[in-house]
């Protein structure tokens, strides 16, 4: 039989990344919304919600979204995105202004998403949001203050995509690669609204609504995960990407 002497550091062992992700997600402040039955809400037949995980707060639908969500049981689990309608969700006031935020998003596609998702204050018309198109991502505001991008293959396979934001830098990381830039967003020092699938609570933007399965959505409302050195953050971080790796 062999023996290691000594401690394996946490990843070295396969199988228990479900746990150690959501045991960060919990001490980051983290919520998880992952696309199965039990946290799907209904109402009439109608899907009117999705719950995190942990059952802390429900993603309502959107504005628009009057009826449109759909939900495949899998394996795996996805809400689904249909282009040209708003099926998507809105975690409404998640802090009195937003000066920091990381948004991660575990989806398929065909490479035309559209909007993922987005952080909207409603103030000065502005707003950061995801979106994948002509075989790219990318996160900017809509203003044009601050934009990153990573180009796409399309293998057909599900992808991690994580944004995060410190009030001065936008971070987009995806398959491995990282792009980061400066710039200030006008219009984020207020209460701000979490949107999946999405950009806001406005009917119309028919151009910005894509195809896309989402498998699970992470929102960190007040940690730039990316560009932060604090061992909770890193840990989350590493916990995400073995999740991805093994699991997925």
Request: overall charge neutral; aromatic content about 6%; hydrophobic content about 40%.
């Amino acid at each position: 039989m062999l023996e290691i002497a000594g401690k394996l550091p946490i990843g070295a062992l396969i199988g228990g990344e479900d746990r150690l992700l959501s045991q960060s997600l919990l001490r980051t402040n983290g919520a998880r919304f992952i696309a199965r039955q039990a946290d799907v809400v209904m109402a009439e037949g109608t899907i009117t919600g999705w719950r995190e995980a942990q059952g802390a707060v429900v993603a309502e639908a959107a504005g628009p979204n009057t009826g449109n969500s759909r939900f495949d049981a899998g394996p795996p689990g996805a809400m689904l995105c249909e282009s040209g309608k708003n099926c998507g969700f809105v975690l409404p006031a998640f802090a009195p202004r937003v000066e920091r935020f990381t948004a991660a998003v575990i989806l398929t596609s065909q490479g035309e998403a559209r909007t993922l998702l987005s952080v909207s204050t409603g103030q000065s018309n502005n707003l950061i949001f995801l979106s994948e198109s002509e075989g790219q991502l990318v996160a900017k505001d809509r203003e044009g203050a601050v934009e990153v991008s990573l180009p796409l293959a399309q293998t057909g396979r599900a992808r991690l995509a994580v944004l995060g934001f410190d009030g001065r830098k936008l971070w987009l990381s995806c398959g491995g690669q990282t792009v980061v830039a400066e710039g200030r967003v006008p219009g984020m020092d207020h209460p701000g609204e979490f949107f999946i699938g999405c950009r806001s609570n406005r009917a119309g933007l028919v151009k910005t609504l894509g195809s896309s399965r989402l498998h699970e959505v992470m929102f960190w409302p007040d940690r730039a995960l990316q560009g932060s050195d604090e061992p909770d953050d890193r840990a989350a971080l590493g916990a995400l990407g073995r999740y991805m790796r093994w699991v997925w």
